[in-house]
């Protein structure tokens, strides 16, 4: 059965791939924090934080690049804060492992390896996104 798509919009296997890559590793994180008894209430914060943080650093960066590339206007403050704020995200996250004696060494690969992959999918659903709706309006 073959599925109509207008040029340019990626694959429904693609874009189910990349939504289910960010449900997983989402999911993944939270669970680990909501299960993990060794870690203060405060700490599970600071984790919650950073995912989201990241998540929304990570998806304005992606915006920002794109609008670059397609000659939309990007202020270069912009560009240069959604830089800052993914590197931040991603500088703090590291920190917050490194600096965790609560966690064990696989917990902390199990938290940086969710958080890696929740990032980089939330990216790439942005870009199914935003690649679906201009094939779209093309048409």
Same mark, same amino acid.
């Given at each position: 059965?073959?599925?109509d798509?207008?040029d ?8 189910g791939?990349s939504?289910?890559a !960010? ?5 993944a994180?939270l669970i +680990?924090?909501f %299960? /993990?008894t060794?870690?203060?209430?405060? =700490?599970k914060g600071?984790y919650?934080?950073?995912l989201?943080f ?6 304005s960066l ?5 609008d670059k590339?397609?000659?939309i206007?990007?202020?270069n ?5 959604s830089?800052?704020? !993914?590197i931040i995200a991603i500088?703090?996250?590291g920190? +917050?492992l490194? %600096? /965790?004696?609560s966690?064990i060494l696989? =917990? ?7 958080f890696?992959?929740s ?8 870009k199914n996104?935003?690649?679906t709706q201009?094939?779209r309006?093309?048409d």
């Open positions: 059965m073959k599925i798509r207008k340019g919009e990626p694959t429904p296997a693609f874009k791939a939504l289910a !960010l449900i997983i590793g989402v999911s994180y +680990g924090l %299960n /993990a060794a870690m203060e209430l405060n =700490e600071y919650f934080a950073i989201i990241g998540l929304y650093a990570s998806v992606q915006k920002a690049v794109r590339d397609e000659g206007p990007v202020t403050i912009y560009y240069g804060i830089w800052f704020a !993914l500088f703090l996250m920190i +917050g490194y %600096n /965790a004696g966690i696989s =917990e902390k690969g199990f938290y940086g390896m969710a890696v992959l990032i980089f999918a939330a990216i790439t659903v942005q996104v935003r690649d201009k094939a309006e093309r």
